[in-house]
């Protein structure tokens, strides 16, 4: 077994389609023509991830997400919203929401399976831990909790540099606010995702030349933040 996914869902096609793909790839999959029972289900048993129309009879896909996050013992659980082609998808608003991809209607049983594996695989839990991130001019130790920028010691707090450390850790990859929170502070929280914020607000003065215009700590606009190693490239164009 690869993994119990729940599908809410009332196109009943689209269900078919589903079950009969993920059962051949060695999911678990139960499905649920209504929201309501869906989250039920979802709150009673968990999930090791949820497929999420958005448009459903009584609640919707976004509702159902919004829930989702709201919720302890579901909040880090996957979600992946199905979209129908031509309607309007507020991606931003998805990501915002915590999702974690989505696929537009019709969409090909092996593209789905790629994506669903892509988003398992992301939300296990790194099997080495990064001790020393060491780039030209940039390093952080996790032994000694300090980092070096442009040879100057940073002081951050604890939790500054446990962000800091989560972005550096994967480079270039662009994290939402709600898996930044997920990943740093944790699933006992009571912080929003504007906490987030002001933590990168806070490590970009202690890191940045130009707070206002980072180079290491990026906002990817309506998307969330990265850590980008080698800002710039100039040595490279010169
Ligand atoms: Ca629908």
């Known amino acids: 077994m690869r993994g119990r996914i729940v599908l809410i869902e009332d196109e009943k096609d689209i269900v078919e389609l589903v079950r009969y793909n993920l059962r051949k790839e060695g999911y678990e999959l139960e499905s649920f023509g209504r929201g309501r029972e869906g989250l039920e289900h979802l709150r009673r048993h968990g999930a090791d991830l949820v497929l999420l129309d958005v448009l459903l009879p009584d609640l919707d896909g976004f509702e159902i997400c919004r829930k989702l996050r ?3 013992r579901l909040r880090a659980t996957p979600v992946i919203f199905l979209t129908a ?3 309007e998808f507020d991606r931003v608003l998805g990501l915002e929401l915590g999702a974690d991809d989505y696929v537009v209607k019709p969409f090909s049983p092996r593209e789905l399976a790629a994506r669903i594996k892509a988003v398992l695989r992301r939300k296990e839990p790194p099997t080495e831990k990064v001790e020393r ?5 940039f390093s ?4 000694t909790l300090e980092v070096t920028v442009r040879g100057q010691k940073a ?8 962000l800091l450390h989560f972005l550096a850790s994967h480079p270039q990859h662009v994290f939402s606010r709600e898996r930044l929170l997920d990943a740093v502070w944790g699933r006992d929280r009571f912080v929003t995702p504007r ?5 990168v607000r806070r490590v970009r003065e202690k890191i940045e030349v130009q707070p206002d215009r980072p180079r290491y700590l990026q906002t990817v606009r ?7 190693p080698e800002p710039g490239r100039e040595a490279d164009a010169q």
């Not at 991130?133 to 001019?137: E, G, R, T, Y």
Request: aromatic share 8%; hydrophobic share 35%; glycine share 12%.
């Open 85 to 87: 082609k031509g309607e």
């Open 133 to 137: 991130i060491q780039l030209a001019d």
């Open 195 to 199: 906490t987030v914020d002001v933590h």
């Open 155 to 162: 002081e951050l707090s604890a939790l500054e540099f446990k």
């Open 70 to 72: 709201s919720e302890e």
């Open 222 to 228: 309506g998307a969330g933040y990265r850590f980008v």
């Open 140 to 143: 952080m130790d996790t032994g």
